[in-house]
């Protein structure tokens, strides 16, 4: 059943099938689910691609406390993992290749910000300039 989509980042009928099989049924036992699961995904991907806080969720979406739960269910229970291997392995078939990658890449800015010693290097360094650096810069009299 196609639907119209509200926003451009809406899943497509295509995009849902995909990954609706991945999306845990309601718990046994409790409060029937009352939340459509595709309008709190499509409400997900909204605070991700927008970059909006959670409780700026525009009024035609699910309640952004309702959101956020599931944001934060999927992330501890690994649905997230699930549905991101899932679709990589897809691609990666689609691509003609083997579905898990076998090898990985190691981003160098990482490696140089820990040489360096982060944060904590950097907080001895100014403490032991003493104070400012353009205070250092300035000739004394």
Not at 59 to 87: A, C, E, N, Q
């Amino acid at each position: 059943m196609s639907r119209p989509s509200a926003y451009p980042r809406d899943l497509t009928d295509r995009q849902w099938q995909t990954i609706e099989p991945l999306i845990p049924p309601a718990k046994h036992g409790g409060r029937p689910r009352t939340s459509d699961m595709r309008e709190i995904i499509n409400a997900i991907l909204f605070v991700l691609r927008s970059g909006c806080a959670w409780r700026m969720l525009p009024h035609d979406m699910p309640v952004w406390s309702t959101v956020y739960d599931y944001f934060r269910k999927f992330r501890i229970d690994g649905v997230w993992k699930l549905i991101h291997d899932r679709l990589r392995n897809q691609v990666r078939q689609n691509d003609g290749r083997q579905a898990s990658p076998s090898a990985a890449i190691i981003d160098s800015q990482s490696v140089k910000t820990t040489e360096k010693g982060g944060r904590a290097a950097t907080t001895q360094a100014r403490k032991l300039m003493g104070g400012s650096v353009i205070g250092s810069l300035t000739p004394s009299a």
